[in-house]
C-alpha cells in the first residue's frame, strides 16, 4: 500500500515536531552538546518551528552579539571564496540577496525576508523547522516548493564547523540557488518523486538529494563549480571538491542512487551536472522507472498535489 504523503500545502503542518537526533538534544559529540546556554538558546528558537503554521509570517529572530559573530566569521571566510569555486547562478543571485535581503557580515539576515525574495523569484517558501526531519518528509516538502530551514546558529566554539544543518548553511547554501528557477524546478521534481514513493525508492532520492542539492558540482565552460550548499558551506571541502584529488563522474540518477557516501568526511566522488535542466529532465526519467502506481502533478492555484 502506498505510504501516507501531504496532499495539500497545510499538510505539512504535521512534520513540525517530527525531527530525528540532534533536533532537540544535541548529539554528544556536537560543539554544543554541553553547553547549557546554548541548549536554553536552541530551544527558545525551535520553538518558533514547534508551533508554526502554514501561511503564518516566520517569526523574527533578535540574534545575539555571539551569534552575530559567529554569522559573521562563516560569511566573511565563504563570500571570500565563492567568486573562485560558485557556479554562476549561485554568484548571480548573491548580490540580490545582499540587497533586498539584508545578507551582510554585521546582522543576521531573517527566514520571512528571505522567503518573500524567494517566493517572488521561483514560488520555493520556506519552513522553519526543529531539526533534521525524516529523508521522506524533507523530500515531501520540496514537491510543495517548500524548503524547510533551521534558525539557529551553529556553536561559537567552532565557526566553521557543524555536524548539521544551521542557518549559515542554510542561507549561504542553499537559499542562492532557490532563487534559481531551473534549480527549482529540479528540487520540485526530486520532491515529486518521493510522494508516496517505498520506503527503498525514498533512500535513491535521498542520495540523489545528497549528490546534487548538498553535494553537487556543475560544468561551466571549461570549468566545474560548485552547486550543492554542503559545499557552498564548507570552506574546506569546497576547494577540495573541485580539485583533482576526488573522482568526478557523470550524473546518470540510476547510478548516483546506488552510491554509498560517508557523512563526517569529505566525499570521495561527486557527480558533474551539465546544467540543472538536464539533470531535471533526468530526474524525471529516473522518477518514472520508479514503482509507484500514480504520477502527480502539483496545482500551483490551489497549493495541492493532484493524482493522475
Ligand atoms: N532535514 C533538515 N531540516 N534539513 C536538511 O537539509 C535535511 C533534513 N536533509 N532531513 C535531508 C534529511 C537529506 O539529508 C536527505 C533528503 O535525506
Ligand atoms: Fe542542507
Known amino acids: 500500500s502506498t505510504p501516507w504523503f ?4 497545510i499538510d505539512l503542518d504535521s512534520f513540525a515536531e517530527k525531527v530525528l537526533e540532534m ?8 560543539p554544543g552538546a ?7 538558546r536552541r530551544n527558545e528558537i525551535t520553538q518558533i518551528a514547534r508551533t508554526y503554521k502554514t501561511g503564518q509570517p516566520i517569526p523574527h529572530v533578535e540574534y545575539t552579539k555571539q551569534e552575530v559573530e559567529t554569522w559573521a566569521a562563516v560569511f566573511e571566510k565563504l563570500t571570500g571564496m565563492f567568486p573562485n569555486f560558485a557556479c554562476r547562478e549561485h554568484q548571480h543571485v548573491f548580490p540580490l540577496l545582499v540587497q533586498n535581503c539584508g545578507y551582510g557580515p554585521s546582522q543576521v539576515p531573517q527566514l520571512e525576508v528571505i522567503s518573500k525574495f524567494l517566493k517572488d523569484c521561483t ?13 521522506r518528509d524533507f523530500l515531501n516538502g520540496l514537491a510543495f516548493r517548500v524548503f524547510h530551514s533551521t534558525q539557529y546558529i551553529r556553536h561559537h566554539s567552532s565557526p566553521l564547523y557543524t555536524p548539521e544543518p544551521d542557518l549559515c548553511h542554510e542561507l549561504l547554501g542553499h537559499v ?5 528557477p531551473d534549480f527549482a524546478d529540479f528540487s520540485q521534481e526530486i520532491g515529486l518523486a518521493s510522494l508516496g514513493a517505498s520506503d527503498e525508492d525514498i533512500e535513491r532520492l535521498a542520495t540523489i538529494y545528497w549528490f546534487t542539492v548538498e553535494f553537487g558540482i556543475c560544468r561551466q565552460g571549461d570549468q566545474i563549480r560548485a552547486y550543492g550548499a554542503g559545499l557552498l558551506s564548507s570552506f574546506g571541502e569546497l576547494e577540495y571538491s573541485l580539485s583533482d584529488k576526488p573522482e568526478h563522474r557523470p550524473f546518470e540518477p540510476a547510478k548516483v542512487a546506488q552510491q554509498k557516501y560517508p557523512i563526517t568526511e569529505y566525499q570521495p566522488v561527486y557527480f558533474v551536472a551539465e546544467s540543472f535542466k538536464d539533470a531535471q529532465m533526468r530526474v524525471r526519467e529516473f522518477a518514472n522507472s520508479l514503482n509507484r502506481p500514480f504520477s502527480v502533478r502539483y496545482n500551483a492555484y490551489t497549493e495541492s498535489i493532484e493524482l493522475l
Open 176 to 180: 542562492p540557488l532557490f532563487a534559481n
Open 23 to 30: 533536533g532537540e538534544e544535541l548529539s554528544s559529540d556536537h
Open 6 to 9: 501531504p496532499r495539500k500545502m
Open 123 to 135: 514560488g520555493f517558501t520556506l519552513r522553519p523547522v526543529m531539526g533534521l526531519l525524516t529523508s
Open 34 to 40: 554541553k553547553d547549557p546556554i546554548y541548549r536554553a
